[in-house]
C-alpha cells in the first residue's frame, strides 16, 4: 500500500483530489484503500466549508453522500423531486444565489457544520476552484 496525490473522479466532481490517499494495487489497477463514505463526506464538508459554487454535479454529489433520494431531498428543501432532477441534470450550471444558499445551509445542518450566516457568505465563491484536496488520514 502506497499514500500519494490522487485525483478522486469518481465522486463525479473533476476538481477533487484526495492527500495522502492509502491506494491499494489490484489486478483491475490501483483503488482508494478506505472507507469511500466517510472520504466522501469529508468532501462534502469541505464543499460548504469552503464555499464551493453548488452546480448540478455539487447537487447530485451531496444527495448522494447524504444517502438522500430526490423525492426526500427535494422535501427537505420545499421543492419537488422533478426541481432537483433539473438541477442535477444541467450539471455544470450554477443554481441560484437563493437555492444555494438553501442547499448549503441544508447540508451544513445534515453534516453537523457551524455556518456563518450571511448571505454572501453562503451563496459561495464566484468559481469552481481548480482543485479541492482533502487530506485522507
Not at 444517502?67 to 442535477?88: H, M, N, Q
Request: hydrophobic content about 45%; glycine content about 8%; some cysteine.
Amino acid at each position: 500500500m502506497t499514500k500519494k496525490i490522487l485525483r478522486y473522479q469518481v465522486c463525479g466532481l473533476d476538481y477533487v483530489y484526495l492527500e495522502n490517499a492509502p491506494i491499494r494495487r489490484t489486478k483491475f489497477g490501483n483503488i482508494l484503500d478506505a472507507d469511500v463514505a466517510v472520504v466522501e463526506r469529508g468532501i462534502a464538508r469541505e464543499i460548504v466549508r469552503q464555499g464551493i459554487p453548488i452546480r448540478g454535479a455539487e447537487v447530485q454529489f451531496l444527495r448522494k453522500c447524504l444517502g438522500l433520494s430526490l423525492e426526500r431531498f427535494g422535501a427537505l428543501l420545499g421543492l419537488s423531486a422533478p426541481a432537483i432532477l433539473k438541477w442535477e441534470r444541467a450539471r455544470e450550471k450554477r443554481l441560484q444565489p437563493v437555492n444555494e444558499v438553501a442547499v448549503r445551509a441544508l447540508l451544513a445542518e445534515q453534516l453537523q457544520i457551524p455556518l456563518d450566516g450571511k448571505f454572501s457568505t453562503l451563496k459561495g465563491h464566484p468559481e469552481t476552484p481548480d482543485r479541492l484536496l482533502l487530506h485522507v488520514a
